[in-house]
């Protein structure tokens, strides 16, 4: 049993290339989220899905784009990678409004 | 927005102290609030949650203890250890669909 898994964990990007970022569960939960961490900054929302083909902004969404077509999927894309997108980016996954298992992460630096 | 506001920001302690955090929030909404423990390149992991129906939880040596009329919650660790040095985030969850807001964080250093 994996729990959620996050690939890659480490990438290094130029401004203005496009990435995804892939977050799987094997949990069968329904709901899936996907955070930024940053020094001093806390945990902050960017997307959240409550269900398969669902999706739905955050509190810093601008910049990001997901898709949820498979329910144990939940994809991050960056269109056009920007320096202040460097950061740490959570995925996580609940079967209800409780219960949260975070991934561990991957480290994306935009240079 | 910063809807849950939590200090401090950093903390130390001797081992065997109890460190304190805390949170406060506005949105009376509110009906969950868990508390995150999270070590250097993990994911958080809940460590303890309580409703706003009680005012005290405790789990081992963490304890919950909850003010619903100062909308305040902290987190106690007795007998605190090296190995609790992490950074603990509190959060809050409101009904309905929208996830879990989180504070901006403690970093703990428990030093022998």
């Known amino acids: 049993n994996a729990g959620v898994t996050q690939t890659p964990k480490f990438r290094v990007l130029k401004t203005g290339q496009s990435m995804t970022l892939l977050c799987a569960q094997d949990?069968?939960?329904?709901?899936m989220y996907w955070y930024r961490q940053d020094p001093g900054m806390g945990l902050r929302l960017i997307h959240y899905s409550v269900g398969e083909g669902t999706t739905a902004k955050g509190e810093v969404p601008d910049g990001y784009n997901v898709s949820r077509l498979k329910k144990q999927n939940f994809l991050l894309g960056l269109e056009s990678a920007a320096p202040s997108q460097t950061s740490v980016y959570f995925c996580a996954s609940s079967p209800s409004r409780y219960g949260y298992t975070f991934g561990s992460g991957t480290r994306l630096t935009v240079v | 927005q910063q809807q849950v506001k939590q200090s401090p920001q950093s903390l130390i302690v001797q081992k065997g102290g109890i460190p304190i955090i805390n949170c406060a929030y506005e949105n009376t909404a509110f009906d969950y609030f868990p508390w995150y423990q999270q070590f250097p390149g993990k994911g958080p992991a809940l460590l303890i949650a309580?409703?706003?129906?009680?005012s005290e939880k405790k789990e081992g040596r963490f304890t919950i203890s909850f003010n619903k009329s100062a909308k305040q919650f902290s987190l106690h660790i007795m007998d605190s250890q090296p190995g609790d040095s992490a950074t603990y985030f509190c959060?809050?969850?409101?009904?309905?669909?929208?996830?879990?807001?989180f504070g901006k964080g403690t970093r703990l250093s428990v030093i022998a």
């Open positions: 949990m069968n939960h329904e709901y």
């Open positions: 309580i409703r706003p129906d009680v």
């Open positions: 959060a809050a969850l409101v009904s309905g669909n929208t996830p879990l807001v």
